[in-house]
């Protein structure tokens, strides 16, 4: 019997002292996707750049990433129900008064983006930036985001940063919206059926 306690401390022991390594992932070391990487938020599949830290998601954030020379620029997606005819002009005009910026009216002359199959609205801002919930305003910021009607949803990807740091992502953010993709866990092959 004291063995086994033996045993099982020193297996605890050891698997405390093996959680503090630091792992690094190449793209030669990764390995084949297997059913449970598979699950995605909301059934939404990223491919987020290299260059982006992906940090713990919220509630509200399906996916959430750091960016930029000071990590502190912010991307996140986020998805809500459209409840009404002009959610997403609602929304596009909270993004605007976060930057202090006068609403709009239509979306019909903002630039449009491709996103999951269809297109989104995408509304750039510059200046302080008012993120709310008990944040601390960020001057000289800037903003890229896109708004996409889905279904029944409003998916939002949003980008705020320095302005240096915003430019530098820009191309990433846009390619980044363009790869998302809906994944349907039903077509997802079982190990029996490869």
């Not at 992502?169 to 349907?184: I, M, N, P």
Request: aromatic share 10%; net charge negative; glycine share 8%.
């Amino acid at each position: 019997m004291r063995w086994f306690a033996i045993f099982g401390l020193l297996t605890v022991v050891s698997g405390c002292e093996q959680a503090d390594r630091e792992v690094t992932v190449t793209a030669s070391s990764r390995r084949d996707l297997v059913l449970w990487d598979k699950a995605y938020p909301g059934d939404l599949k990223d491919q987020a750049p290299s260059e982006w830290r992906r940090v713990p998601w919220t509630q509200m954030r399906y996916y959430n990433y750091r960016f930029g020379l000071r990590g502190d620029g912010e991307i996140w997606l986020s998805v809500v129900p459209s409840r009404t005819e002009d959610s997403v002009l609602q929304n596009i005009n909270r993004w605007y008064n976060q930057f202090r910026m006068p609403e709009i009216v239509s979306v019909e002359d903002l630039k449009q983006e491709p996103a999951l199959g269809t297109t989104g609205y995408l509304v750039e801002a510059e200046g302080t930036y008012y993120g709310g919930m008990g944040a601390e305003p960020k001057e000289d910021a800037r903003m890229m985001a896109l708004a996409v009607p889905i279904s029944r949803n409003l998916v939002t990807i949003k980008m705020v940063g320095s302005p240096v740091d915003v430019d530098a992502e820009r191309q990433r953010f846009l390619d980044y919206c363009k790869g998302l993709q809906f994944s349907d866990v039903d077509v997802i092959e079982s190990p029996e059926a490869k």
